[in-house]
């Protein structure tokens, strides 16, 4: 609860070698707080915050990368919000992206879009979506898992966080990929993406719309697109 406060984060940060080594510890809560703690100390509506990406580089200096994606492996730690929502935060630097996918999460995290409640796919989408920003690797191998054909259902969802982080990942994986476009079509992405331009709780729409110009490349879609009332 500590870790929530902004002023206390900054104190907090200077201990976060000491709560690395926590998370390998055999009791279960006390992995549980670990985790929730070092979530808040990563968590800033500013990714540029000096002080936020001050407390990420703590945390991949004293090793959480490695303990963290053993986690998402422990089927002990539920919910995993937390856990996914941590490596989304530490991702968020260019090069802890390569870390963060070499150290074997993003299969891990593509089972949460199967098996996790709305929170854990939220997070878990958004964990995908900044692994795979500017990063044709990390691209590969979330398209190659079959992603797409999970994202395409979520455009439907109930949840708007959900419809809209999967839009996004969509868009990420849209980028510089033939392969990845003609199957988003084949897996009927192009109604329900219209579909969201009227929805008033997907804002801003600037991935959606980049989705669509993606997908307008190829002359047929075109009129695909056109006819499904884009």
């Known amino acids: 609860n500590l870790s929530i406060d902004e002023v206390n984060k900054k104190f907090l940060t200077e201990a976060v070698e000491l709560l690395v080594p926590l998370l390998t510890k055999v009791n279960v809560k006390i992995r549980q707080y670990t985790v929730k703690t070092l979530y808040n100390l ?10 936020y990406i001050s407390s990420r580089l703590a945390m991949v200096r004293a090793g959480a990368i490695q ?10 730690i539920t919910p995993k919000s937390n856990l996914a929502g941590l490596l989304w935060n530490l991702s968020i630097d260019k090069e802890h992206k390569v870390m963060v996918a070499n150290a074997g999460a993003i299969q891990p995290l593509v089972n949460l879009l199967r098996e996790g409640n709305t929170r854990e796919v939220t997070e878990a989408l958004g964990a995908l979506s900044s692994l795979t920003t500017e ?5 590969n191998t979330v398209a190659n898992l079959g992603v797409i054909e999970l994202l395409v259902p979520l455009l439907s969802d109930a949840g708007s966080k959900k419809r809209q982080w999967a839009c996004t990942l969509l868009y990420r994986l849209s980028v510089k990929s033939e392969n990845n476009r003609a199957a988003m079509v084949r897996a009927g992405v192009i109604h329900p993406l219209v579909k969201l331009f009227h929805d008033l709780s997907i804002t801003p729409q600037n991935f959606l719309a980049g989705l669509l110009w993606n997908l307008s490349i190829e002359k047929e879609r075109k009129v695909m697109i056109a006819n499904a009332g884009a």
């Open 42 to 51: 990563s968590a800033h509506s500013n990714k540029d915050n000096a002080e």
């Open 67 to 76: 303990p963290l994606v053993r986690l998402l492996h422990d089927r002990n």
């Open 135 to 139: 990063n044709a690797d990390n691209k």
